[in-house]
């Protein structure tokens, strides 16, 4: 599985940005489907998951400002991202579990200034 993700830049903080996640190469269903982001120093952390059927799992510092959503029909994730702050700033990574296997993408910078 190829993880292919995009959509980061340069933003003020309070703005919004939409990252997307494409899928390909997959000949099965990709049970869950996630973003993480990573801050030099500091370990790679959990932003919100999806599963194939739509349920979701977000960090507590992300609720209420960002949405993730995934087209099944495109193998498409996406991340929504409102309100951004100034700690929101970080490479963000597209992560997929199929099966037993975990595929990783090569990550998308997300830079938010004060």
């Known amino acids: 599985v190829q993880l292919q993700a995009s959509g980061g830049g340069l933003v003020q903080a309070g703005g919004s940005l939409r990252l997307s996640c494409a899928a390909s190469?997959?000949?099965?269903?990709?049970?869950?489907m996630g973003w993480y982001r990573q801050v030099p120093e500091k370990q790679r952390e959990l932003v919100a998951h999806?599963?194939?059927?739509?349920?979701?799992n977000y960090a507590d510092s992300v609720k209420d400002r960002f949405t993730i959503s995934r087209d099944n029909t495109k193998n498409t994730m996406y991340l929504q991202m409102n309100s951004l702050k100034s700690e929101d700033t970080a490479v963000y990574y597209c992560?997929?579990?199929?099966?037993?296997?975990?595929?990783w993408g090569q990550g998308t910078r997300v830079t938010v200034s004060s």
């Open positions: 999806i599963t194939f059927r739509g349920t979701t």
């Open positions: 190469g997959s000949r099965f269903i990709i049970n869950r």
């Open positions: 992560n997929a579990l199929q099966g037993s296997i975990e595929y």
